[in-house]
């Protein structure tokens, strides 16, 4: 297999350390350099016609996009740990919980640091800074709301580590990095407290 990939963005990061987490090794990474346009070329266009990464190349040729869509893969091809859920009751909570930090925390990074960073103006054209500075508060709006879950419960789903965890803690160090979001700094202790926490695992540094 190949896992094509880029350094510092996070939809693969959410990959690799699904990957990490289920303590796969031999599937081979290959770079793809946004700044050069990479992932543009009629080559890497022929793999993912929406030129987005990341992406894994089965070893039957097949290429599988969308980030969701290959963890659930790497799930059935590598079953433990288990990260999705057991029992489809399970399975409906933890991807509740794990679509709500994608489409309200993740997707709020992302737009804020797509439209307003202007290290990113070359791959996000036009940039639209008031909607990216409004993506920014809703963000925060949503990172509220995750405090409030992390004062009740260990995990974004409940009392264990899920993917969950995986996407709320990408898009939290994506922020960290890009738009130097602390929430210990913004009074979310709990959330500050559970990011630590999984930073400290073993998959929070690939």
Request: hydrophobic letters at 40%; proline letters at 6%.
């Amino acid at each position: 297999m190949k896992f094509y990939t880029s350094p510092r963005t996070p939809n693969p990061r959410r990959v690799a350390m699904f990957m990490a987490e289920k303590g796969l090794s031999g599937i081979e990474q290959v770079q793809i350099d946004l700044g050069a346009g990479e992932h543009r070329s009629a080559e890497y266009l022929a793999r993912n016609p929406f030129g987005r990464i990341p992406a894994l190349e089965l070893d039957d040729g097949r290429i599988l996009c969308e980030t969701r869509a290959i963890c659930s893969w790497l799930e059935g091809y590598a079953p433990e740990p288990n990260l999705m859920g057991e029992g489809y009751d399970e399975r409906a909570f933890i991807e509740m919980a794990d679509r709500r930090v994608e489409l309200h925390l993740f997707y709020g990074i992302a737009n804020c640091i797509r439209h307003t960073h202007p290290g990113l103006a070359a791959l996000e054209q036009p940039q639209f800074p008031d909607y990216g500075a409004a993506q920014g508060e809703k963000m925060r709006e949503t990172a509220r709301w995750l405090d409030d879950v992390l004062a009740t419960q260990p995990f974004v789903a409940g009392q264990r580590f899920t993917i969950a965890d995986i996407t709320a803690f990408c898009a939290l160090e994506f922020a960290r990095g890009l738009m130097k979001f602390r929430p210990g700094q913004e009074g979310l202790a709990h959330l500050q407290a559970w990011r630590d926490r999984i930073a400290e695992r073993p998959s929070a540094s690939v």
